[in-house]
């Protein structure tokens, strides 16, 4: 099928789709039926010519295809949705700023002060790392921030801060008084994991021991945050990066960190950016300002 037969509400049907694992959880989101998102999916596969989701009980999942199609879609909205604002907007001096997820609470609003003390607007998108490199890439993407990037031959990257995984709790919780802690310790207080690659999926293994009760289940999460919540609204302990903490109510003064001995794993937080846009205000700025933005992952007060 010829590729302008794909249409924009095809990508955002496939995307809602792909977001919350259900086609009436999309449908719900788009304001239409289920059987229409069902619909647009069956015809979006026939035009690309492959299935792009698994049908289960619990809901839809990408398959190999789908996988593939979904970073196209995404930069082809992101890059539709740039054109419309650029146009509509008559004001210079906009930074479009990628960053993950992770990453955004803590080092956003310095990068917003950092660019607004020369001038410059900062457009905020949020992208998991490799779709930061790929928006970066294409030029949807003025600068990003990843986590364990590697800059391929287009773009440059330096590295701001290596941010160890950290075991904390909610300050004056019982383990805190411990001088030294073992994952037996552990094994009647609920955990959450963030989830920062394999290397979670392997601590959670190890921790999910047989006789671990229902009431201290292990979690694990996609965003520190989520789990740095899980430590002070519900009395969890949790597993985080070092640099989430910066984020968090109080820092350091609401949290303790407990002595639970990890692997050396670790974070490496990058600034990353074009090379043919190195001499550019907005990455000048940036780089001139890494050691702001490195105190601003390290300082947990």
């Given at each position: 099928?010829p590729?302008?037969?794909?249409?924009?509400?095809?990508?955002?049907?496939?995307?809602a789709?792909?977001?919350?694992?259900?086609?009436?959880?999309?449908?719900?989101?788009?304001?239409l039926?289920?059987?229409?998102?069902?619909?647009?999916?069956?015809?979006?596969?026939?035009?690309?010519?492959?299935?792009?989701?698994?049908?289960?009980?619990?809901?839809?999942?990408?398959?190999?295809?789908?996988?593939?199609?979904?970073?196209?879609?995404?930069?082809?909205?992101?890059?539709?949705?740039?054109?419309?604002?650029?146009i509509?907007?008559?004001?210079?001096?906009?930074?479009?700023?990628?960053?993950?997820?992770?990453?955004?609470?803590?080092?956003?609003?310095?990068?917003?002060?950092?660019?607004g003390?020369k001038?410059?607007?900062t457009?905020?998108?949020?992208?998991?790392?490799?779709?930061?490199?790929?928006?970066?890439?294409?030029?949807?993407?003025?600068?990003?921030?990843?986590l364990?990037?590697?800059?391929p031959?287009?773009?440059?990257?330096?590295?701001?801060?290596?941010?160890?995984?950290?075991?904390?709790?909610?300050?004056?919780?019982?383990?805190?008084?411990?001088?030294?802690?073992?994952?037996?310790?552990?094994?009647?207080?609920?955990?959450?994991?963030?989830?920062?690659?394999?290397?979670?999926?392997?601590?959670?293994?190890?921790?999910?021991?047989p006789?671990?009760?229902?009431?201290?289940?292990?979690?694990?999460?996609g965003?520190?945050?989520?789990?740095?919540?899980?430590?002070?609204?519900?009395?969890?302990?949790?597993?985080?990066?070092?640099?989430?903490?910066?984020?968090?109510?109080?820092?350091e003064?609401?949290?303790?960190?407990?002595?639970?001995?990890?692997p050396?794993?670790?974070?490496?937080?990058?600034?990353?950016?074009?090379?043919?846009?190195q001499?550019?205000?907005?990455?000048?700025?940036?780089?001139e300002a890494?050691?702001?933005?490195?105190?601003?992952?390290?300082?947990?007060?």
């Amino acid at each position: 099928m010829p590729a302008e037969d794909i249409e924009t509400q095809d990508l955002r049907v496939f995307l809602a789709v792909a977001r919350h694992g259900s086609l009436s959880a999309a449908a719900k989101e788009l304001f239409l039926s289920t059987p229409s998102v069902g619909s647009r999916i069956a015809a979006l596969e026939a035009k690309v010519g492959a299935p792009l989701f698994t049908r289960h009980r619990r809901g839809s999942a990408l398959t190999g295809a789908g996988e593939q199609f979904l970073p196209y879609a995404q930069r082809c909205l992101a890059v539709l949705d740039d054109a419309r604002r650029a146009i509509r907007s008559s004001a210079p001096g906009h930074v479009v700023v990628s960053t993950p997820a992770t990453l955004a609470p803590v080092l956003l609003p310095e990068v917003v002060t950092v660019l607004g003390e020369k001038g410059l607007r900062t457009r905020g998108r949020v992208a998991h790392s490799h779709e930061v490199v790929l928006q970066l890439t294409q030029g949807s993407a003025d600068v990003g921030f990843l986590l364990n990037g590697v800059a391929p031959p287009a773009l440059m990257s330096r590295r701001l801060a290596r941010s160890a995984l950290v075991t904390v709790a909610r300050k004056g919780h019982p383990l805190a008084r411990r001088a030294c802690l073992e994952t037996v310790d552990l094994l009647t207080t609920p955990l959450t994991v963030y989830r920062w690659n394999s290397e979670a999926e392997t601590l959670v293994t190890s921790l999910d021991h047989p006789d671990r009760p229902a009431t201290a289940p292990v979690t694990i999460v996609g965003l520190p945050s989520v789990a740095l919540d899980m430590v002070l609204l519900h009395d969890h302990v949790a597993v985080v990066p070092e640099f989430s903490i910066a984020a968090t109510p109080g820092g350091e003064d609401s949290l303790s960190r407990l002595p639970l001995a990890l692997p050396d794993w670790s974070l490496d937080v990058q600034l990353m950016f074009r090379r043919d846009a190195q001499r550019t205000v907005a990455v000048q700025a940036l780089v001139e300002a890494a050691q702001r933005l490195t105190d601003r992952i390290t300082t947990t007060r």
